[in-house]
């Protein structure tokens, strides 16, 4: 009988985890990893392991509001695994659906594309007739991706300068390519 007393007073193993017992962490994921996973098979078949990671995870977190008056842990820990799938269906279902583009010819000869190698090469004819700061801030932005911000911390130049290269040079391509004369630069 008083072996029963003290199991009595242990605390449940949700509030062990809550509590931040490591090893009470490792015994639910023994006792109930079985019961959570068969949950996620049944919901995400193809993305089961990623759903039984946030499982436990939000069961990590959510342990301090379990409350053995109202529910068994089993009971508990099948509802955290529950609302965390159908939050995932449900963000799932919100992305949009994405479609395979079809493949585009990576060696095209010049003769196959004649208006886009024209184009092609009266942009970069533009571009070599900017000023090397133009060109540079240009180059940086479009081909590299930068920002403003982080052109001006690798170039050394102010950022409003940057703007105004950006802007100015801009205006010279375009100038350029629609054959307008007398371009800002």
Same mark, same amino acid.
């Given at each position: 009988?008083?072996?029963?007393?003290?199991?009595? /007073?242990? #605390?449940?193993?949700?509030?062990?985890?809550?509590? +931040? *017992?490591?090893?009470?962490?490792?015994?639910?994921?023994?006792?109930? +990893?079985? &019961?959570?996973?068969?949950?996620?098979?049944?919901? !995400? &078949?193809?993305?089961?392991?990623?759903?039984?990671? !946030?499982?436990?995870?939000?069961?990590?977190?959510?342990?301090?509001?379990?409350?053995?008056?109202?529910? @068994?842990?089993?009971?508990?820990?099948? =509802?955290?695994?529950?609302?965390?799938?159908? *939050?995932?269906?449900?963000?799932?279902?919100?992305?949009?659906?994405?479609?395979?583009?079809? !493949?585009?010819?990576?060696?095209? *000869? !010049?003769?196959?594309? #004649?208006?886009?190698?024209?184009?092609?090469?009266?942009?970069?004819?533009?571009?070599? /007739?900017?000023? #090397?700061?133009?060109? /540079?801030?240009?180059?940086? @932005?479009?081909? $590299?991706? =930068?920002?403003?911000?982080?052109?001006?911390?690798?170039?050394?130049?102010?950022? +409003?300068?940057?703007?105004? $290269?950006?802007?100015?040079?801009?205006?010279?391509?375009?100038?350029?390519?629609?054959?307008? /004369? +007398?371009?800002?630069?």
């Amino acid at each position: 009988m008083l072996a029963s007393a003290r199991h009595m /007073q242990q #605390p449940s193993l949700l509030a062990r985890v809550a509590a +931040g *017992d490591t090893s009470a962490v490792r015994e639910c994921i023994a006792q109930y +990893g079985g &019961l959570v996973w068969s949950i996620a098979r049944r919901f !995400e &078949l193809a993305d089961a392991e990623d759903a039984v990671q !946030e499982i436990f995870l939000d069961l990590w977190k959510s342990a301090a509001r379990f409350n053995a008056t109202i529910a @068994s842990e089993a009971a508990f820990i099948s =509802m955290i695994a529950r609302r965390r799938l159908i *939050d995932r269906r449900r963000t799932r279902r919100r992305r949009p659906s994405t479609e395979q583009l079809p !493949e585009v010819p990576t060696h095209a *000869d !010049e003769a196959s594309l #004649p208006d886009t190698c024209a184009e092609a090469k009266q942009a970069a004819r533009a571009l070599d /007739q900017l000023r #090397p700061e133009q060109r /540079q801030v240009l180059v940086l @932005s479009t081909c $590299h991706g =930068m920002s403003h911000g982080e052109i001006a911390a690798q170039t050394g130049m102010p950022l +409003g300068t940057v703007k105004a $290269h950006a802007r100015r040079g801009l205006l010279s391509i375009r100038a350029a390519l629609l054959g307008v /004369q +007398g371009a800002e630069s």
